[in-house]
């Protein structure tokens, strides 16, 4: 769930609403909007969770193997997880680890400790106490995220860091088996928000060690890309993927005249291969979640009867829909996994909380819900039959907001549940009212910075 604005109202128990300035005259640039900020429960977080092997040669493993040979922190915080019976008992120890953390200073709430590539604000330090060990400590906005901070501090605290760094950081969160909803459709995997904080513990250690990892860089020559360090490995896989499983993919897709569509978040090494194919098979798409939707549609009008989705729920949810409205109910869509494959903000948006946003909305003389589109068809409709709600991108919410006071000048816009944008869009409504009148034409000719 997205940070909390800094200034608060409490409008209602377990609910808060972020209000900026007095509603907009007729024809003036809008400088109301209410978003909500708000944490997704914990029945929320969706199994289940996917148990990987340690290594290629085993096929199965439902609980990850005895930890014996690790440092007794670790493997202390490892069995409390491999015991948990579920992903609900794996969310309560996070949200108890959270407790357990100690407030991290506002002054340590900087850039330089957070930790990017996470959905909610997370920060994390390291620091090499008097006897040589390590402490780690930070803190995030959400309370999930916060118990993942937690419970590396409970684990990874007091080692050395020569401890610290022998450890795999693959092989701890594969024996986590963290909630789904802090991994990439529940794969524990370094590409996803807890993955996130464990690289930055790691490199945060290397820094107090001066064991700093190769500079990631590409060396490209007239006969080859050399990567050096692993990101620039990720990258040289994508410009340069392997050319079997580009034809072996091409073969396939033609053969059965399947469309691809793939989010702009895949690894670079699958985006690799799919660019490639793309240029034998035009069928495949990497783009924005919105515009997945419409590629497929063109894909279905072109002859395909399938298209495979690579990206969260929604998305796959959003290209069924938007198939169905231009008239190919008989093709195919197909996601990538049998698990789900979740999303914490889409989950957000169906929290107890966030249905009490919509029922304030609901009370409130023509309001108008603007709900971004990274979140299930389940909250769409919900929404909608509380409230008249309309669906928008990032790229379109400034004009969709605006349209809507041109049209409606004593709306009031409820806007969610990514509480980051609301509050970018309370501040550019404030800031247009300093701008001359033909730049706030431009966003919408109905608007002045009066």
Not at 305 to 324: H, K, P, Q, T
């Amino acid at each position: 769930t997205r940070g909390a604005p800094s200034s608060l109202t409490h409008a209602a128990p377990g609910k808060l609403l972020w209000q900026a300035l007095p509603l907009a005259a007729p024809g003036q640039v809008p400088t109301r909007l209410v978003t909500p900020c708000s944490t997704a429960p914990a029945q929320l977080i969706r199994p289940p969770v996917v148990t990987w092997a340690l290594h290629a040669s085993v096929v199965e493993a439902q609980v990850a193997p005895s930890p014996h040979h690790l440092p007794p922190s670790v493997a202390n915080v490892i069995k409390s997880f491999a015991t948990a019976r579920d992903a609900k008992e794996r969310v309560q120890l996070l949200l108890a680890a959270a407790q357990k953390l100690d407030q991290l200073p506002e002054d340590e709430r900087v850039t330089a400790n957070r930790v990017m590539g996470c959905t909610s604000q997370v920060w994390v330090t390291a620091s090499l106490q008097p006897g040589g060990t390590i402490q780690i400590g930070g803190g995030s906005d959400s309370q999930l995220s916060a118990g993942v901070v937690g419970i590396l501090s409970q684990a990874l605290s007091g080692l050395s860091p020569q401890e610290l760094l022998q450890l795999d950081q693959q092989e701890l969160l594969d024996q986590l088996q963290l909630p789904g909803a802090l991994m990439a459709g529940g794969v524990p995997s370094r590409a996803n928000a807890a993955g996130n904080v464990v690289e930055a513990v790691w490199r945060r250690v290397r820094m107090l060690t001066r064991d700093y990892p190769l500079f990631p860089s590409l060396l490209i020559s007239r006969t080859a890309i050399v990567p050096q360090g692993t990101f620039a490995e990720a990258q040289a896989q994508y410009l340069a993927p392997n050319q079997q499983q580009v034809a072996e993919l091409v073969s396939l897709l033609s053969s059965k005249k399947i469309g691809v569509v793939a989010h702009f978040y895949m690894d670079p090494q699958v985006q690799g291969v799919l660019s490639n194919a793309a240029e034998q098979w035009p069928h495949v798409a990497i783009s924005d979640s919105l515009v997945m939707a419409d590629k497929a549609v063109r894909m279905a009008q072109e002859g395909c009867r399938s298209i495979c989705v690579l990206g969260v729920d929604f998305m796959s949810e959003n290209v069924r829909a938007i198939l169905d409205e231009a008239g190919f109910q008989d093709v195919q869509v197909f996601r990538m996994s049998s698990a789900t494959i979740g999303c914490s903000l889409a989950e957000a948006a169906e929290s107890t909380e966030y249905m009490g946003y919509l029922q304030e909305a609901s009370q409130t003389p023509h309001s108008l819900h603007v709900v971004y589109i990274n979140t299930s068809l389940y909250t769409k409709a919900v929404a909608d039959e509380r409230v008249p709600t309309i669906t928008c991108t990032s790229s379109n919410v400034v004009q969709t907001v605006l349209q809507a006071f041109a049209q409606v000048p004593d709306a009031t816009v409820w806007y969610g549940p990514d509480t980051y944008m609301g509050r970018n869009l309370a501040h550019l409504f404030t800031m247009l009212v300093d701008l001359p009148d033909e730049e706030v034409r431009a966003l919408h000719p109905a608007h002045t910075a009066a």
